[in-house]
């Protein structure tokens, strides 16, 4: 488990209170994706504020990591980033620590793409890598009247 990520509230009777740090990237509780792999630290940028009974949290979060791409199938290094994090907190008790470390990890994890494609699968000039058993220009497709599913195109059925 990863250290939380807290605000003391009594350092928020003296103004706006400024984080800035790194948390593991077990924060993100990714360790059970296959699609996703070295996950670097989380770096976060945020400021706190009182406001009355409430704390106004704001700043930058970003990790790094490594996405499979889905036209490829090869992993690619990324950047994920929530530069405009903003969360409102109500205070009911004075005193204590404030735990944003869940909204955190639900800010980043949702910045995570849900079909990533890595910069060189999107260019014009990207081709698919062979695969083993794929066709080659020395090996031909086999021909198209050995298909044992060419009958069943013949086949008529009538009720």
Excluded at 65 to 70: A, I, N, P, Q
Excluded at 110 to 116: A, G, H, K, L, V
Excluded at 117 to 132: K, M
């Amino acid at each position: 488990m990863s250290p939380p990520l807290t605000i003391p509230i009594d350092a928020l009777e003296r103004g706006p209170f400024h984080l800035q740090g790194e948390l593991p990237g077990s924060l993100l509780d990714l360790e059970q994706e296959v699609s996703i792999r070295n996950v670097g630290a989380v770096r976060y940028d945020l400021t706190a504020e009182r406001m009355n009974q409430e704390v106004l949290v704001r700043g930058t979060l970003e990790v790094s990591m490594e996405l499979e791409c889905v036209r490829s199938g090869l992993f690619f290094s990324t950047m994920v980033r929530d530069s405009a994090f903003l969360r409102d907190y109500s205070l009911d008790l004075p005193g204590g620590d404030l735990d944003i470390s869940e909204d955190v990890r639900e800010a980043l994890v949702i910045e995570i793409p849900s079909y990533p494609v890595s910069p060189e699968a999107d260019s014009e000039e990207f081709t698919l890598p062979s695969l083993p058993g794929e066709w080659t220009d020395d090996r031909a497709p086999p021909d198209a009247d050995d298909n044992p599913w060419n009958d069943l195109d013949q086949l008529n059925v009538e009720k």
